[in-house]
């Protein structure tokens, strides 16, 4: 025969029953504290202004789209027509990886373009640096464009 316990009684069980089941007390989600790239990493700290959209196409813009990365992982400049904020990843191998890309919602003649040079960045996967140049490849190793020092 089962014994059922009164209703008040029942939720202190239930509740020690949880607990005991995730490990005691709840752990708060890991934060992540370390840098995404380092001060001395040849991205950092430099200002890129777009060269070419692929590899030769050259846009006209009401300004140079160009991005800085910051040694905290923070990235942060212009599509050309709008702000662009977000956070960048820098691992071993060339791999790069904008994440949380926002840009503000400024209307412009060239919007299109605009979100050609975002859609550059998101889809980046690897890059190399040439001298003053920096090129992003996608997965497939398509050059997606190229960035320039600037002075």
């Known amino acids: 025969m089962i014994k059922?316990?009164?209703g008040?009684?029942?939720l202190p069980v239930l509740v020690?029953?949880?607990l005991a089941a995730c490990g005691g007390k709840p752990t708060?989600?890991?934060r992540q504290d370390t840098p995404r790239a380092s001060s001395d990493h040849p991205v950092v700290g430099q200002r890129w202004n777009l060269l070419l959209m692929g590899t030769d196409?050259?846009?006209s813009m009401p300004e140079t789209p160009h991005?800085?990365?910051s040694p905290d992982g923070r990235v942060s400049g212009s599509d050309g027509c709008n702000q662009i904020n977000g956070r960048v990843n820098l691992?071993?191998?060339n791999r790069i990886q904008f994440s949380e890309l926002g840009t503000t919602r400024r209307g412009c003649p060239q919007l299109?373009?605009?979100?050609r040079v975002t859609g550059m960045m998101e889809n980046a996967y690897r890059y190399l640096i040439d001298h003053d140049r920096l090129v992003f490849f996608g997965r497939d190793q398509r050059v997606l464009g190229g960035w320039r020092k600037a002075n």
Do not use: S
């Open 112 to 115: 299109e373009d605009a979100r």
């Open 16 to 18: 020690a029953m949880t």
């Open 8 to 10: 008040r009684a029942l």
């Open 67 to 69: 991005f800085v990365v």
């Open 57 to 59: 196409e050259r846009l």
């Open 28 to 30: 708060e989600p890991a």
């Open 91 to 93: 691992d071993e191998g």
């Open 4 to 6: 059922t316990l009164p």
